[in-house]
Nanobody, 120 residues
């Protein structure tokens, strides 16, 4: 089991920046990919950024050039640097981690979620 604890959410003006952090504990060595999802009011949860272990970050088209995801393996932590924030970035942001069992079944772990609100 992997536990994920997030921090860094809050209220920010459009055009501003915010940095989210997520610290993992538990079965750290079993983690493959880590990343971030978000869910805006009235919308489905969507992938924001995903980082496979030892690989480069994959981004949703809507955040490319504005958001940067990164991992610090020594600290068991994943980050999301959000720049040039827009009103439509307002959402609950969830830290994510996954692993594959020997059966091939994917197991996902989720953080508690942190609110990001972008104001005009």
């Amino acid at each position: 089991q992997v536990q994920l604890v997030e921090s860094g959410g809050g209220l920010v003006q459009a055009g501003g920046s915010l940095r989210l952090s997520c610290a993992a504990s538990g079965s750290i060595d079993s983690i493959n990919a880590m990343g971030w999802y978000r869910q805006a009011p009235g919308k489905q949860r969507e992938l924001v950024a995903l980082i496979p272990k030892g690989g480069s970050t994959n981004y949703a088209d809507s955040v490319k050039g504005r958001f940067t995801g990164s991992r610090d393996y020594a600290k068991n932590t994943v980050y999301l640097q959000m720049n040039s924030l827009k009103l439509e970035d307002t959402a609950v942001y969830y830290c994510y981690a996954n692993r594959y069992a020997s059966s091939g079944l994917l197991y996902a772990s989720w953080g508690q979620g942190t609110q990001v609100t972008v104001s005009s």
